[in-house]
């Protein structure tokens, strides 16, 4: 072998390798019911092999088992199979799958394709590198399509794969299959999404799945979907600073102080300028320390106990993050969330929000709504069940946030109904509000207003301030935090 040779093949080698033992690509399956999803599912598992051999022939020798035209097990029943394992647990309601090939290994959240488990399928897509949308071909793109396709877009997924499913029952019309696809592709372009690829699938004939379609699809020369898959890419680190969530503080003893949370978002290494939000105190980092070793640096999803140069005042449900590039703070923020209450997300309703580990009473001011047939936002006063809509949020206290698109965790909220306790949202901050700072003070229709301390100390005694008392309420805030306050993030 040549020596130029030699090199390219150990690369290839390394390459499949770093591939092999990389995290591995999660998944989300999406489709109105009946499209085929447990079947494509069963076939996945069943063609890479994932389901174990036990399991295999037990579901091969049942008789009362309906078996298909290859003599193979129904796969959807397989996935049945498969429930009682889901059942071991509590209540799971996203049952993650695993499989691989020698390339890749994959997790796939299989969620229900009934409307009212879009809380559901929102939940297994905010982890998912990638989403394939299943329709079958003799319907097309349905509402439920475009529900989901949106969803998972607004989860910050930006790969599609479309399986046009039970092509077998078309007569492998090529035609049906582009026209689906075109009517996709202007869909996802639609939510941003340009990274789509469309593919004809029998999943009960497991053509295109795992093995080619070509006999019966001689016109399609793309690949089936678990080479789709293999060469997906995965959603890349995020490039926003460091962020920790505090969730304790521990005090041991007198001499030791230390703030324990996971990282959310960037790394942290000893001698780092941090900033703790909302107070605005900076700091230097002495230690961090895993529970069993001290560290010389953490990066996002590792749990830590961070020690500072200097005692300050952090609280759980403050956020220590980087000092050059800090997450935003301020009173009022504009998002987009999904609605999955049976009562409306109602005008000036107040509810908790809770993101990273911050609980915290926000006021929602629905905005507009998503025509899901049009594609078109119209405004709106209130978002019922499964609408996805545009709010304003404000606070009463200062909230913290990176938006969606830069960090999923400082970026993500559920919003939690006080008087029954019920998740009824799940939303993502899309920017900090352009509105005046204060829609949400406690006070109604007071406007609240963030100051540095001495300035408003000085505004606060001032005599023209006096006649305005009750229409405007100062805020005491650090530098840091005004300054924010008049810099919005969009
Ligand atoms: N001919 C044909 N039938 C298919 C194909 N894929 C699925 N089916 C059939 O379509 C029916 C529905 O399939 P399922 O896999 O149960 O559909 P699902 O989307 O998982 O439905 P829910 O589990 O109810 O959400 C079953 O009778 C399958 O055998 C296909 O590619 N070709």
């Known amino acids: ?104 290994s994959f997790i796939v959240a299989d969620t229900p394709g009934h409307e009212q488990y879009t809380r559901n399928m929102a939940t297994g897509a905010s982890t998912a590198d990638l989403a394939v949308l299943l329709v079958d071909a003799r319907a097309g793109l349905l509402e439920q399509t475009r529900r989901h396709a949106t969803i998972a877009s607004l989860m910050g997924i930006r790969q599609f794969v479309l399986a046009v499913n039970k092509i077998d029952l078309v007569d492998y019309d090529r035609s049906i299959f582009e026209h689906i696809s075109t009517e996709f592709r202007q869909l996802a372009l639609s939510l941003g999404v340009t990274n789509v690829t469309p593919i004809p699938v029998s999943a009960l004939l497991g053509e295109n799945v795992v093995h080619s379609g070509h006999q019966s699809m001689p016109w399609y020369s793309g690949p089936p979907l678990i080479e789709a898959l293999e060469l997906a890419t995965q959603r890349t680190a995020q490039a926003v600073g460091f962020r920790l969530p505090v969730q304790r503080v521990s005090r041991p003893n007198e001499s030791f102080r230390g703030y324990q949370g996971t990282v959310a978002g960037g790394s942290v290494k000893p001698g780092d300028s941090v900033v703790i939000l909302p107070s605005g105190t900076v700091a230097n980092v002495r230690q961090i320390v ?30 220590i993050a980087s000092v050059d590039a800090a997450p935003v703070s301020g009173l009022a923020f504009d998002a987009k969330l999904v609605a999955l209450s049976e009562d409306a997300i109602a005008p000036g309703k107040r509810y908790w929000l809770k993101s990273s ?54 970026g993500a909220f559920i919003l939690i109904d006080p008087d029954t306790n019920n998740t009824v949202a799940g939303g993502m901050i899309t920017a900090k509000s352009g509105r005046i700072d204060g829609i949400g003070s406690g006070a109604k229709d007071r406007v609240l207003i963030s100051l540095p301390a001495d300035i408003a100390d000085e505004l606060l005694a001032s005599e023209a301030f006096a006649t305005l008392r009750d229409q405007i309420e100062i805020r005491r805030v650090s530098a840091q935090e005004a300054r924010s306050v008049l810099d919005p993030i969009d």
Request: aromatic share 6%.
């Open 1 to 104: 072998m040549s020596a130029t040779v030699e090199t390219a093949v150990r690369s290839q080698v390394e390459t499949d390798a770093a591939i092999r033992n990389a995290r591995p690509l999660r998944l989300i399956t999406c489709g109105s019911v009946d499209d085929g999803k447990s079947t494509l599912i069963g076939r996945l598992l069943w063609d890479t092999k994932a389901v174990k051999e036990d399991q295999a022939a037990a579901l091969k020798g049942q008789k009362s088992i309906q078996q298909n035209e290859l003599g193979l097990p129904d796969f959807a029943l397989l996935l049945d199979g498969l429930q009682a394992e889901r059942e071991q647990g509590i209540t799971i309601d996203v049952a993650y799958r695993y499989f691989s090939t020698d390339k890749r």
């Open 290 to 319: 895993t529970f069993d070793l001290v560290r010389n640096a953490a990066v996002a999803g590792d749990a830590i106990t961070l020690v500072l140069d200097r005692p300050v005042d952090v609280a759980r449900g403050d956020m």
């Open 357 to 410: 580990s911050r609980r915290q009473r926000v006021r929602v001011e629905p905005q507009s709504v998503l025509d899901l047939k049009s594609g078109q936002w119209s405004e709106a006063e209130s978002l019922p069940l499964n609408a996805i809509g545009k709010v304003h949020l404000a606070f009463d206290e200062t909230a913290i946030f990176d938006p969606y698109e830069a960090n999923r965790e400082t």
